[in-house]
């Protein structure tokens, strides 16, 4: 999974963007290590939900209401877009955004 490969491979491009979207205190790197062991403990105490940082549960609480503002934001970003294009499957033929539907 590209994602995946891009936040647990020490990616510079995913790190600045992470830097640059959050606060400090949200922003910092997760071990991979800490994200298998809290997956493994919330699969063995059969968990609705596995929350990795746990420092992220305020935030996941009203993301109903504030996601879709994120995501409107983050899409008229050229900076995330970009970002984003660059991290992309390149055998992806349908990315949505084209240069010219750029803001």
């Known amino acids: 999974m590209p994602i995946a490969r891009a936040e647990f491979d020490d990616n510079d491009l995913i790190t600045a963007m ?28 059969r968990l609705a939900r596995i929350m990795v940082p746990r420092r992220w549960q305020p935030i996941s609480a009203p993301r109903g209401i504030v996601n879709p503002l994120i995501d409107r934001s983050l899409e008229r970003n050229p900076h995330i877009v970009d970002a984003v294009l660059t991290v992309a499957d390149p055998d992806e033929q349908d990315v949505g955004t084209d240069d010219h539907d750029r803001p």
């Open 18 to 45: 992470r830097e640059q979207l959050f606060p400090k205190f949200l922003a910092s790197a997760i071990e991979s290590e800490v994200v298998a062991d809290r997956v493994v403990t919330g699969i063995e105490d």
